[in-house]
Protein backbone atom coordinates (compact mmCIF):
# COMPACT_ATOMS: atom_id res chain seq x y z
CA UNK A 1 0.00 0.00 0.00
CA UNK A 2 1.54 2.92 -0.73
CA UNK A 3 1.57 6.42 1.23
CA UNK A 4 -1.45 9.28 -0.40
CA UNK A 5 0.85 12.19 -0.49
CA UNK A 6 -0.34 15.57 -1.08
CA UNK A 7 1.09 19.22 -0.76
CA UNK A 8 0.22 22.49 0.54
CA UNK A 9 -0.16 23.92 -2.74
CA UNK A 10 1.21 27.26 -1.50
CA UNK A 11 4.18 25.67 -1.19
CA UNK A 12 5.12 25.43 -4.52
CA UNK A 13 6.30 28.57 -6.40
CA UNK A 14 3.33 31.03 -7.66
CA UNK A 15 1.97 30.15 -10.42
CA UNK A 16 -1.23 30.81 -12.78
CA UNK A 17 -4.01 28.38 -11.85
CA UNK A 18 -3.72 25.48 -14.82
CA UNK A 19 0.28 25.46 -14.46
CA UNK A 20 -0.21 25.10 -10.95
CA UNK A 21 -1.99 21.90 -10.78
CA UNK A 22 0.14 20.46 -13.41
CA UNK A 23 3.28 21.27 -11.39
CA UNK A 24 1.81 19.73 -8.82
CA UNK A 25 0.46 16.16 -10.40
CA UNK A 26 4.00 15.74 -12.35
CA UNK A 27 5.37 15.81 -8.82
CA UNK A 28 2.78 12.16 -8.31
CA UNK A 29 1.24 13.99 -5.58
CA UNK A 30 -2.61 13.27 -4.79
CA UNK A 31 -3.81 15.95 -3.41
CA UNK A 32 -3.49 19.26 -1.72
CA UNK A 33 -3.89 21.93 0.97
CA UNK A 34 -5.38 24.55 -0.61
CA UNK A 35 -4.93 28.32 0.90
CA UNK A 36 -6.76 30.57 -1.43
CA UNK A 37 -5.20 34.00 -0.59
CA UNK A 38 -1.97 32.59 -0.46
CA UNK A 39 -1.96 30.37 -3.77
CA UNK A 40 -3.93 33.10 -5.95
CA UNK A 41 -3.46 36.36 -4.53
CA UNK A 42 -2.90 38.07 -7.41
CA UNK A 43 -5.41 35.77 -9.99
CA UNK A 44 -8.72 35.99 -8.22
CA UNK A 45 -10.24 38.19 -5.66
CA UNK A 46 -10.87 35.37 -2.40
CA UNK A 47 -11.13 37.78 0.24
CA UNK A 48 -14.30 38.06 2.60
CA UNK A 49 -17.82 38.35 0.38
CA UNK A 50 -15.88 36.96 -2.99
CA UNK A 51 -16.39 33.35 -2.84
CA UNK A 52 -18.98 31.92 -5.29
CA UNK A 53 -20.59 27.94 -6.47
CA UNK A 54 -18.95 29.58 -9.87
CA UNK A 55 -15.60 30.49 -8.73
CA UNK A 56 -14.95 27.22 -6.37
CA UNK A 57 -16.11 25.27 -9.30
CA UNK A 58 -14.11 27.05 -11.35
CA UNK A 59 -10.84 26.46 -9.54
CA UNK A 60 -11.81 22.74 -8.48
CA UNK A 61 -12.57 21.80 -11.88
CA UNK A 62 -8.42 22.51 -12.83
CA UNK A 63 -7.38 20.21 -10.01
CA UNK A 64 -9.63 17.53 -10.91
CA UNK A 65 -8.15 17.45 -14.45
CA UNK A 66 -4.97 16.65 -13.23
CA UNK A 67 -6.67 14.18 -10.83
CA UNK A 68 -5.97 16.18 -8.17
CA UNK A 69 -7.84 15.87 -4.54
CA UNK A 70 -8.19 19.46 -2.43
CA UNK A 71 -8.02 17.91 0.57
CA UNK A 72 -8.49 20.64 2.42
CA UNK A 73 -8.93 24.35 1.79
CA UNK A 74 -6.80 26.14 4.52
CA UNK A 75 -8.34 28.98 6.31
CA UNK A 76 -6.28 29.87 9.09
CA UNK A 77 -7.27 32.43 11.21
CA UNK A 78 -6.59 33.75 15.11
CA UNK A 79 -9.75 33.06 16.05
CA UNK A 80 -9.29 34.50 19.47
CA UNK A 81 -7.67 37.68 18.20
CA UNK A 82 -7.77 40.29 20.82
CA UNK A 83 -9.42 42.74 18.11
CA UNK A 84 -13.30 42.06 18.31
CA UNK A 85 -14.00 43.25 15.17
CA UNK A 86 -10.79 41.58 13.62
CA UNK A 87 -11.91 38.17 15.38
CA UNK A 88 -15.38 38.62 13.69
CA UNK A 89 -13.90 39.46 10.05
CA UNK A 90 -12.01 35.90 10.52
CA UNK A 91 -14.53 34.04 11.87
CA UNK A 92 -16.98 35.28 9.32
CA UNK A 93 -13.88 34.25 6.26
CA UNK A 94 -13.87 30.80 7.53
CA UNK A 95 -17.81 29.92 7.82
CA UNK A 96 -17.53 31.41 4.15
CA UNK A 97 -15.18 28.70 3.08
CA UNK A 98 -17.47 26.29 4.51
CA UNK A 99 -20.30 27.47 3.25
CA UNK A 100 -18.86 26.68 -0.41
CA UNK A 101 -16.16 23.89 0.62
CA UNK A 102 -18.60 21.64 -0.85
CA UNK A 103 -18.17 23.51 -4.92
CA UNK A 104 -14.28 23.07 -4.80
CA UNK A 105 -15.34 19.28 -4.37
CA UNK A 106 -13.49 19.75 -0.40
CA UNK A 107 -15.22 18.36 2.67
CA UNK A 108 -13.27 19.83 4.99
CA UNK A 109 -12.08 23.40 6.18
CA UNK A 110 -8.73 24.13 8.61
CA UNK A 111 -7.35 26.59 10.93
CA UNK A 112 -5.31 26.73 13.85
CA UNK A 113 -6.54 28.01 17.38
CA UNK A 114 -4.93 31.49 16.97
CA UNK A 115 -3.12 33.64 19.60
CA UNK A 116 -3.88 36.21 21.98
CA UNK A 117 -1.93 38.77 20.51
CA UNK A 118 -2.45 40.27 16.84
CA UNK A 119 0.70 38.77 16.29
CA UNK A 120 1.12 35.16 16.06
CA UNK A 121 4.28 34.94 18.86
CA UNK A 122 4.87 32.40 21.09
CA UNK A 123 4.16 33.05 24.64
CA UNK A 124 2.66 30.33 27.36
CA UNK A 125 -0.41 32.78 27.98
CA UNK A 126 -2.08 31.05 25.38
CA UNK A 127 -2.09 27.80 27.67
CA UNK A 128 -4.58 29.58 30.30
CA UNK A 129 -8.24 28.85 30.88
CA UNK A 130 -9.71 32.10 29.25
CA UNK A 131 -7.78 31.39 25.52
CA UNK A 132 -9.42 28.22 25.82
CA UNK A 133 -13.09 28.95 26.17
CA UNK A 134 -12.86 31.81 23.63
CA UNK A 135 -11.40 29.22 21.50
CA UNK A 136 -14.08 26.37 22.10
CA UNK A 137 -16.79 29.63 21.64
CA UNK A 138 -15.16 30.39 17.99
CA UNK A 139 -15.39 26.61 17.22
CA UNK A 140 -18.18 25.92 18.56
CA UNK A 141 -19.38 28.65 16.34
CA UNK A 142 -17.65 27.33 13.28
CA UNK A 143 -18.97 23.89 14.03
CA UNK A 144 -23.00 24.80 14.08
CA UNK A 145 -21.70 26.95 10.44
CA UNK A 146 -20.47 23.16 9.08
CA UNK A 147 -23.08 20.98 10.40
CA UNK A 148 -25.70 22.82 8.36
CA UNK A 149 -23.50 22.18 5.73
CA UNK A 150 -22.39 18.50 5.92
CA UNK A 151 -18.98 19.80 6.40
CA UNK A 152 -16.30 19.19 8.52
CA UNK A 153 -14.09 21.81 10.93
CA UNK A 154 -10.46 20.76 11.29
CA UNK A 155 -8.52 21.89 14.12
CA UNK A 156 -4.81 21.99 14.29
CA UNK A 157 -3.09 22.17 17.25
CA UNK A 158 0.27 23.24 18.27
CA UNK A 159 2.87 24.50 20.97
CA UNK A 160 2.18 27.96 20.21
CA UNK A 161 -1.65 27.87 20.42
CA UNK A 162 -4.38 27.13 23.14
CA UNK A 163 -4.38 23.53 21.97
CA UNK A 164 -1.46 22.84 22.46
CA UNK A 165 -0.63 19.15 23.54
CA UNK A 166 -2.96 16.05 22.73
CA UNK A 167 -4.61 16.17 26.02
CA UNK A 168 -5.95 20.24 25.00
CA UNK A 169 -7.04 18.69 21.73
CA UNK A 170 -9.35 15.47 23.63
CA UNK A 171 -10.76 18.44 25.82
CA UNK A 172 -11.92 19.98 23.02
CA UNK A 173 -13.04 17.74 21.51
CA UNK A 174 -15.51 16.58 24.10
CA UNK A 175 -16.40 20.21 25.19
CA UNK A 176 -17.94 20.86 21.50
CA UNK A 177 -19.20 16.75 20.85
CA UNK A 178 -19.61 17.27 17.74
CA UNK A 179 -18.40 14.85 14.48
CA UNK A 180 -18.22 17.81 12.27
CA UNK A 181 -15.17 18.71 14.49
CA UNK A 182 -12.06 16.27 12.98
CA UNK A 183 -8.43 16.83 13.82
CA UNK A 184 -5.53 17.72 11.67
CA UNK A 185 -2.95 15.98 13.01
CA UNK A 186 1.00 17.31 12.83
CA UNK A 187 3.10 15.38 14.89
CA UNK A 188 6.09 18.23 14.47
CA UNK A 189 3.88 20.74 16.34
CA UNK A 190 3.19 18.72 19.89
CA UNK A 191 7.40 18.54 19.74
CA UNK A 192 9.24 20.67 22.51
CA UNK A 193 12.84 20.82 23.64
CA UNK A 194 11.73 18.97 26.59
CA UNK A 195 9.63 15.93 25.07
CA UNK A 196 11.15 15.14 21.55
CA UNK A 197 13.43 12.17 22.62
CA UNK A 198 9.76 10.97 23.68
CA UNK A 199 8.59 10.93 20.63
CA UNK A 200 6.80 7.51 20.53
CA UNK A 201 5.03 8.39 23.67
CA UNK A 202 3.62 11.38 22.74
CA UNK A 203 2.23 10.04 19.78
CA UNK A 204 0.82 7.18 21.04
CA UNK A 205 -0.80 9.37 23.35
CA UNK A 206 -1.95 11.26 21.08
CA UNK A 207 -3.74 8.55 18.83
CA UNK A 208 -5.25 6.82 21.65
CA UNK A 209 -6.75 10.35 22.56
CA UNK A 210 -7.95 11.38 19.32
CA UNK A 211 -7.10 9.15 16.06
CA UNK A 212 -10.29 8.28 15.38
CA UNK A 213 -11.06 11.40 14.64
CA UNK A 214 -7.89 12.22 12.63
CA UNK A 215 -9.00 13.14 9.01
CA UNK A 216 -5.58 15.04 7.84
CA UNK A 217 -1.66 14.30 8.60
CA UNK A 218 0.71 17.17 8.05
CA UNK A 219 4.40 15.89 7.71
CA UNK A 220 7.36 18.31 7.91
CA UNK A 221 10.43 17.45 10.29
CA UNK A 222 12.01 18.99 12.99
CA UNK A 223 16.01 19.97 14.60
CA UNK A 224 16.82 21.44 17.56
CA UNK A 225 18.56 24.97 17.17
CA UNK A 226 19.00 27.40 20.03
CA UNK A 227 17.33 25.48 22.72
CA UNK A 228 13.75 25.46 20.18
CA UNK A 229 12.09 23.60 17.64
CA UNK A 230 12.69 24.76 13.94
CA UNK A 231 10.66 23.39 10.96
CA UNK A 232 12.60 21.54 8.12
CA UNK A 233 12.03 19.69 5.36
CA UNK A 234 10.66 15.98 5.72
CA UNK A 235 13.40 13.62 5.75
CA UNK A 236 16.04 16.13 7.07
CA UNK A 237 15.49 16.38 10.73
CA UNK A 238 14.67 14.13 14.14
CA UNK A 239 10.86 12.93 13.78
CA UNK A 240 10.34 9.52 13.83
CA UNK A 241 8.32 8.80 11.06
CA UNK A 242 8.42 5.15 12.09
CA UNK A 243 6.26 5.70 14.96
CA UNK A 244 3.57 7.47 13.41
CA UNK A 245 3.39 5.51 10.39
CA UNK A 246 3.18 2.59 12.77
CA UNK A 247 -0.71 3.58 13.80
CA UNK A 248 -1.38 5.62 10.62
CA UNK A 249 -1.02 2.90 7.82
CA UNK A 250 -2.86 0.41 9.63
CA UNK A 251 -5.49 3.11 11.71
CA UNK A 252 -5.72 5.25 8.85
CA UNK A 253 -5.44 3.82 5.42
CA UNK A 254 -5.21 6.01 2.93
CA UNK A 255 -5.63 9.39 4.85
CA UNK A 256 -4.27 12.07 2.94
CA UNK A 257 -0.30 13.00 4.22
CA UNK A 258 0.19 16.77 3.08
CA UNK A 259 3.77 17.90 2.69
CA UNK A 260 4.43 21.39 4.65
CA UNK A 261 7.45 23.45 5.13
CA UNK A 262 9.02 21.18 2.11
CA UNK A 263 9.62 23.35 -0.34
CA UNK A 264 11.95 22.69 -3.76
CA UNK A 265 14.96 21.55 -4.30
CA UNK A 266 13.54 18.71 -1.33
CA UNK A 267 9.67 17.67 -2.40
CA UNK A 268 11.24 14.88 -4.42
CA UNK A 269 13.84 13.22 -1.81
CA UNK A 270 10.47 14.28 0.84
CA UNK A 271 8.43 12.23 -1.37
CA UNK A 272 10.54 9.09 -1.36
CA UNK A 273 11.73 9.02 2.48
CA UNK A 274 7.81 9.30 3.63
CA UNK A 275 6.78 6.50 0.49
CA UNK A 276 10.07 4.24 2.28
CA UNK A 277 9.10 4.38 5.89
CA UNK A 278 5.24 4.27 4.79
CA UNK A 279 6.36 0.70 3.41
CA UNK A 280 8.22 -0.76 5.45
CA UNK A 281 5.58 0.75 8.64
Known sequence: MKANIGIRAHDIEPLPLEQLVKE?????????????????????????????????????????NENLQIALLGCYINMIHPDQKERRKSLDRFKEHIRFARDFGCGIVGTETGNVNADIVYTEENFTEKPYQEVVESVRELVEEAEKHGV???????????????????????????????????????????????????????????????????AKDIVIEDNWIKMVPVGTGLLNYDAVFSYIKKQKPFVNILLESTKEPHITNSIAFLQEKYEKA
Open 152 to 218: IVGIEGGINHPIHTPQRMKRLLDDINSNNLQVIFDPANYLTPDNYLEQEQVFAEAFELFGDRIVILH
Open 24 to 64: ISSKGLSSVQLALAKSFGDQFQTGLGSLSPGLAHHIGRAFR
